[in-house]
């Protein structure tokens, strides 16, 4: 089968963790892979943004499958199921709130700029080689902070998944599939 453009978003994904580790300011780009799945979803009813254009999945299919880095279990039941990723979804939302918090408070001028990715949202990584001021206000780089470390931590818990389950596990708890897919359903059924 002949491979279509989609087919390399991965490199996307890949090239997004490296400028960011470089330049912290490009962690905005990734707000495109927050936006264009739910306009998917919206528009179209469909999870197509998931099945064909999530650079992120590819990228774990490529390492997993293709590398062999995978170990090929079968995905729990408990991961896949609904309280699981509801539970999931909801403390992504926590965790992302907090950051836009963190965000409003530097715009605010009450707290500093933290140079600083948090991993996992608990181990604060000192990130200070990658911002060296701009003419943008601070807030602008503090976001950046934060949502690197968001699509940092979600790559990890997808490169960990990848490892011990199959591929592309994350996909099955990701918040933007479990968001995209509550967007679907309540779309079909208006039909």
């Known amino acids: 089968m002949k491979k279509q453009w989609f087919d390399y978003l ?3 994904s890949l090239a997004y963790l490296i400028l960011g580790f470089f330049n912290i300011l490009f962690a905005w780009l990734g707000l495109l892979c927050f936006f264009i799945p ?18 992120r999945g590819q990228l774990l299919a490529l390492l997993g499958g293709r590398f062999g880095l995978s170990l090929q279990n079968a995905i729990p039941r408990w991961m896949k199921s609904k309280a ?5 979804l909801l403390f992504f939302f926590t965790m992302f709130f907090q950051m836009l918090w963190n965000t ?16 996992l949202w608990t181990f604060r990584l000192p990130w200070d080689w990658a911002y060296h001021g701009t003419l943008l206000h ?14 940092l931590t979600s790559t990890v818990l997808g490169l960990i998944t990848m490892v011990l389950f199959k591929p592309r596990s994350w996909c099955v708890y990701c918040p933007m599939g479990t968001m995209t897919q509550l967007i679907c ?4 059924r208006q039909k």
């Open 10 to 12: 991965w490199v996307l």
């Open 38 to 55: 739910l306009i998917i979803a919206v528009v179209k009813g469909t999870k197509g943004y998931c099945n064909r254009y999530c650079g």
């Open 84 to 88: 699981f990723r509801y539970g999931f």
């Open 104 to 119: 409003y408070l530097v715009f605010a001028g009450t707290q500093n700029l933290k140079q600083a990715v948090t991993l």
């Open 138 to 151: 601070p807030g602008v780089a503090q976001f950046s902070f934060g949502f690197y470390g968001v699509m």
């Open 185 to 188: 359903t309540a779309k079909n």
